[in-house]
Antibody
């Protein structure tokens, strides 16, 4: 059974860079059938797609976040990561990693990691 | 890209059927049939319940079904059960490429 697990600092200061990692188990991140995505959800608000990566390193980003986001993949560790630069309070959210099947739908999700941006 | 439009809340009684709408534009929902639907219980990750417009993943109840007409996708839950009380989100490919979610619908089973 595929499992995804996010890890991250929990708390970052404004203007800093956030780095989150998603560890994938029960399947290979190098499976060419699948992409891997990040989605976030501010408290009490809606889901927002952040970006998606393929095992080759090809990426797709939400235009609203593209200038601050980098998503990368580490096939040796079977994981992928999200870097978000110059964070503000508006970036406070639950961050989920997910398998982006057929670049079409999100079929497996991690449990989420809460990121708070505060001085 | 704006979020897809869903009713903020709906309610129904056990055994009834309800339909949640998800309205987009000709650039997203209206352009293809790649809508997916997710159920999210409080404090939990979203769970995929419909993909590629009308398909159910293995293990999802047949009480969940979906359709599309023009720029609007719909999720129907028949034979409502208490456990169906949850948030429901639609999602669509919106070109670009990018993917956009709906604003979410809180379903209450009275």
């Amino acid at each position: 059974q595929l499992q995804l697990e996010e890890s991250g600092p929990g708390l970052v200061k404004p203007s800093e860079t956030l780095t989150l990692t998603c560890n994938v188990s029960g399947g290979s991140i190098s499976d060419s059938s699948f992409y891997w995505g990040w989605i976030r959800q501010p408290p009490g608000k809606v889901l927002e797609w952040i970006g998606t990566v393929f095992y080759t390193g090809s990426t797709y980003y939400n235009p609203s976040l593209r200038s601050r986001v980098t998503i990368s993949v580490d096939t040796s560790r079977n994981s992928f990561s999200l870097k978000l630069r110059s964070v503000t309070a508006a970036d406070t959210a639950m961050y989920y990693c997910s398998r982006h099947a057929r670049l079409n739908y999100f079929d497996y999700w991690g449990q989420g990691t809460l990121l708070t941006v505060s001085p | 890209q704006s979020a897809l439009t869903q009713p903020a809340s709906l309610s129904g009684s056990p055994g009834q059927s309800i339909t949640i709408s998800c309205t987009g534009t000709s650039s997203d929902i209206g352009n293809q049939n790649l809508v997916s639907w997710y159920q999210q219980h409080p404090g939990k990750a979203p769970k995929l319940i419909i993909f590629e417009g009308t398909k159910r993943p293995s293990g999802v109840s047949h009480r969940f079904s979906a359709s599309k007409s023009g720029n609007t996708a719909s999720l129907t839950i028949s034979g409502l059960q208490i456990d169906d009380e949850s948030h429901y989100y639609c999602c669509s490919y919106a070109g670009g490429p990018m993917w956009v979610f709906g604003g979410g619908t809180q379903l209450t089973v009275l």
